[in-house]
Every structure is written in structure tokens, then in C-alpha cells.
């Protein structure tokens, strides 16, 4: 009897045990194996190859010539084949070429962007004309501005080389220099951004978010009527976000601006307009080019002889909230104007990941872990790429440490398949000792991204194409240098490798197939089901 016991005994544990190995131990082994055998090296002979595209051409990889990268990574600071960044530009992921762009893929055509900019240089010349006329019958002096027709503008460039897919092409030679013409060009007027003109004497003290009036931003105009918006300077690049600050009533940062810019190029996303840094003579390039009286009557000179302007709505019509010269100079960015709505329409849409904008509330996927589920299932997150592309931007301001994105913007011509804008980045890069985690529950909900985008953060995590080094060098560009400082950049490693590591935990729970994504899914008429979503995955 006791040898039957222990008969029954050991069989039952064997049994135990097999099961374990068979449903828990084995899984875990598979997928490990296949996680480490499958997910590229981005080396450059790697054999890459792209997923055939079912609506569009599918991209080939450019003919490129790259000189064999040194085992040691410490030479390639030292060596003369050139830069890092340069590197990085010329690797087959930034050299991927697709079919020229259908009509209906361009963001607008060239009959149609000139004709919008006579009738801009019309209503200038009407508007001067008043303005010639008001000043002689009262006898005052009116510095008028030359203004110059120039249809090879660069901003007329970069307008028409938007498309559904992005803002600009890798290599468009308009963007260098619409960055030039930024930096360079004469303002000849200034007035507020359209959104607090809108805002005027509707400023409510009771809302806990302030409106954008708060925020000092100004739109100028250069003498070839682009338009750029201007961000000055209101925050020390070693200040940090103080600890007590909530995220929507934090600085908005010029050189979070310009910085955003830069690493949005280098992710190859190119869904930020261009920005650059330039000092600005507050007296001679905003008030006395500015025809609105109510901006000029914000400015006043200091007690320490500085010339300094503030916000104008109701409840911060205060000198405390000023930003002043140096008596004369001031740092900002500058971002380059996107096509006027009347000829691109924007559509403005609630982040299914905004936060709670409020003292103590939380919205529901703070404290639901499946609240991807119910995403995946409504309209427009159910086909298409809208959610691969609000991951993207998760994963975007993760880098940069942006918690305040409660909105984004597409344009209405390219419907549910457009790129989505990554718009207003200056609350980015407040707090390098911090890694906000909860900036990729997009990414870690829903446990997807795209194959190109994973791609390139694992070339970014190579020691040849560093993250912090390519960004350094891309921000050596810009005049306002150096726009970040190291601890900053040093950051921007560590949250890269903290992102690959949530990607890796996903692979490891559902596996590779389901959780790297295919870039371009044709797109439907009707929305999809939850198993065709699968089955296009």
C-alpha cells in the first residue's frame, strides 16, 4: 500500500511538472528564442527588407555606399569619414525611395499655393495703402515696410512639398533654406497668434488650464510674406521644471522648440514644421513693425532700462509675467507657418491618451490597463495607421518628456490616412532627471509599433549612431547653440533605452508577429473588425 502511495505520489508530480515545462516554461523559451533571432541589428549588412505594401508602392532601398564602421566605437569620434549624423543619413532606413507622390497625396498644388499668395500680397498692399493714408491726415510717421513677390520663396517650397506621409522629403534642399531665410531674414510686422486674438477679454481666472493667451508667442511676418511663430526665451537651459509644477502650467520652452525639431528629423518622423533660434531686437523688429495697439501697448521699459512685453489677456495683464531684452536682445524660436486653414483645412482631435487637466482627476486609461481593448475597437483607431502613428508621437514625447500632448492635429485632405502634426513642443525637455513612464502607455496598452520606427531606435541605440550624439551634432546647426545642455542629451539615451525595453517586454507576452507592426495598411472604406485588424497585422 505504501509503495502504491508513493507511486501515485511521483506520478502525480511528473505530470506537474510537464505541464509547467509544456504551457509556461516552453512559451517563454519560444518567444525568447524568437525575439533574439528576428529583431534586426540595423548592421549595415543586414540583409533589410520592407514589407510589400498593398495600397502604395513598395519602397526601395536607394543604391548606397558606406565605408566599413571600425569594431572599436571610441574611433569614430576620431577618425575623418566623416560625421556621425551624416552616417546616419546615408544608412538605407533614410534612403528609402517610393513612387513619385499622386496629385491627391500632395497637401496642395502649385496654381493653387501661388493664387493664395497673390491674393496675401493684394490684401498687404490694400492694408499699406490705409495705412499711408490714415498717418497723412494725422500728420504721423509710418515706417513702411518693402515687401518682395518672390514665388521661388522657400516657405512656398516647403508648403508644397507637404504630403500625407510627411512634412518635408529627407533630402528637400527647401528646408535648409527656409532655415537660413528664418534665421536671416528682415521682420517687417508682428502681431498675436490668431488663436488669442481669438481669445480677447474671454480669459476665465476660474479655469485651472490656463488658455494660450497666456503663453507669450507672437506671429511675424519677413519681407517675402512667410510667416514664422515667434517663442522667446522664458527659462535658463540648466532650469528645471520646478517638482511642484502640475505639466499644464509649466514654461513653454523656446529651445524645447528648436530641439523638438531636431530629434523629429533625426526619428525620420518629419512631422514637425521646421524651427530654428534667433535673437530678436524686441524694439525694432516687433514694436516698431507691430500695427496692433493693443501689442504695443504691452511693452514698457524696465527699471533696469530692458525693453520688455507681456501676454495680453484679462488675468495676466502684469509686468511679473513680462519677458524683457537684453536691453534690446532676445532669444526665441521660430517655427515656419503652415499653409493658412482657408486652403488646408486642420482638424484638431482629443488624444485617446490626454491627461486628466486638473488637480486630482485621472482619466480612465490611468487606471485601466485594457483601456487599449476599447481604443482598438472605435473609430478612426480600428484601421488604418491612426494608431501606429499616436504611438509614434507617445514614443516622440517620451524622448523629450512632453506630458502635455491632450490634442493633435491632421490635415482634413488626407482623411484618416494622413500624417498626424506634432505640433506645440516647447513644454518638452523640462526635466532630465525624470523619465515619465506614463507618457508610453500607448505603446505599452497597446503593445504595437511600427517595424520602421523600431528599426531606427535600434540604430539610434548603436554605439556608431548614438541618439545623444547625432542630436548634439544636429544642434550645433542651429545659432542659439548650444540649444540643450549634456544632461539633456545624455537623457535622451536613456529614455531611448527605456522604450526598447518596453518593446521587448511586449514581444515577450504576445510575441513578434503581434507586436511589430507592418508600416502601411490599405486603407478601408469601412471600418474593420477586430479580427481583420488581426489578420492586416
Not at 500695427?291 to 495676466?316: G, I, M, Q
Request: aromatic residues 10%; charged residues 25%; proline residues 5%.
Amino acid at each position: 500500500m505504501m509503495r502504491r502511495d508513493r507511486f501515485l505520489l511521483a506520478a502525480a508530480l511528473s505530470a506537474l511538472f510537464s505541464a509547467d515545462f509544456y504551457f509556461i516554461l516552453l512559451p517563454k523559451l519560444q518567444n525568447r528564442r524568437r525575439a533574439a533571432g528576428n529583431i534586426c541589428s540595423c548592421s549595415p549588412n543586414s540583409n533589410l527588407s520592407l514589407p510589400r505594401l498593398e495600397a502604395l508602392a513598395t519602397p526601395q532601398l536607394s543604391n548606397w555606399t558606406l565605408t566599413p564602421l571600425p569594431s572599436d566605437a571610441s574611433a569614430l569620434e576620431l577618425d575623418d569619414r566623416g560625421s556621425k549624423l551624416q552616417r546616419l543619413f546615408s544608412h538605407p532606413l533614410y534612403n528609402i525611395q517610393t513612387l513619385e507622390l499622386k496629385p491627391e497625396e500632395r497637401l496642395l498644388q502649385v496654381e493653387q499655393l501661388i493664387e493664395y499668395y497673390r491674393r496675401k500680397v493684394s490684401h498687404w498692399e490694400r492694408r499699406n495703402k490705409l495705412y499711408n493714408e490714415a498717418t497723412a491726415l494725422t500728420n504721423m510717421s509710418f515706417m513702411e515696410q518693402k515687401m518682395t513677390y518672390d514665388p521661388n520663396a522657400s516657405w512656398l517650397k516647403f508648403h508644397l512639398g507637404i504630403n500625407r506621409y510627411a512634412l518635408y522629403s529627407r533630402d528637400d534642399p527647401a528646408i535648409l533654406q527656409l532655415l537660413t531665410d528664418m534665421k536671416n531674414m528682415t521682420i517687417v510686422g508682428a502681431d498675436y497668434t490668431q488663436d488669442e486674438k481669438a481669445l480677447k477679454g474671454a480669459c476665465d481666472c476660474s479655469q485651472v488650464v490656463k488658455p494660450s493667451g497666456h503663453h507669450l508667442k507672437l506671429a511675424l511676418k519677413m519681407h517675402n510674406f512667410g510667416k514664422v511663430m515667434f517663442k522667446p526665451m522664458r527659462q535658463q537651459r540648466d532650469e528645471e521644471t520646478p517638482e511642484d509644477f502640475f505639466y499644464f502650467v509649466d514654461f513653454q520652452r523656446h529651445n524645447a522648440e528648436i530641439a523638438a525639431f531636431h530629434l523629429d528629423r533625426i526619428l525620420d518622423f518629419r512631422r514637425v514644421p521646421p524651427v530654428v533660434g534667433r535673437r530678436v531686437n524686441v524694439t525694432g523688429e516687433i514694436l516698431q513693425v507691430a500695427h496692433n495697439e493693443d501689442l504695443r501697448a504691452v511693452f514698457f521699459t524696465s527699471p533696469a532700462s530692458n525693453t520688455c512685453f507681456f501676454a495680453k489677456c484679462l488675468y495676466v495683464c502684469k509686468t511679473e509675467y513680462a519677458v524683457c531684452g537684453s536691453p534690446d536682445l532676445l532669444e526665441g524660436s521660430l517655427s515656419a507657418y503652415l499653409p493658412g486653414l482657408t486652403i488646408a483645412p486642420r482638424l484638431s482631435i482629443p488624444n485617446p491618451w490626454k491627461r486628466s487637466y486638473s488637480f486630482s482627476g485621472q482619466e480612465e486609461w490611468e487606471v485601466n490597463p485594457f483601456y487599449c481593448d476599447s481604443v482598438k475597437q472605435a473609430y478612426p483607431y480600428n484601421s488604418g495607421n491612426r494608431l501606429l502613428n499616436i504611438i509614434d508621437m507617445s514614443i516622440f514625447d517620451f524622448l523629450i518628456g512632453n506630458m502635455d500632448r491632450h490634442h493633435y492635429e491632421i490635415f482634413t485632405k488626407f482623411g484618416d490616412e494622413g500624417l498626424l502634426l506634432h505640433l506645440d513642443n516647447a513644454r518638452g525637455f523640462g526635466k532630465h532627471s525624470h523619465d515619465e513612464m506614463s507618457i508610453l502607455a500607448p505603446l505599452s496598452q497597446c503593445c504595437m509599433i511600427k517595424r520602421s520606427t523600431l528599426l531606427r531606435l535600434h540604430l539610434l541605440a548603436r554605439s556608431d549612431f548614438r541618439l545623444s550624439d547625432v542630436m548634439r551634432e544636429s544642434l550645433k546647426q542651429d545659432p542659439l547653440r548650444p540649444v540643450l545642455t549634456e544632461l539633456h542629451l545624455l537623457a535622451l539615451d536613456r529614455r531611448l533605452q527605456k522604450v526598447l525595453r518596453v518593446v521587448q517586454r511586449c514581444i515577450r507576452r504576445f510575441g513578434q508577429d503581434e507586436v511589430i507592426t507592418k508600416d502601411f495598411i490599405k486603407p478601408t472604406v469601412t471600418p474593420q473588425t477586430a479580427t481583420e485588424m488581426k489578420k492586416n497585422r
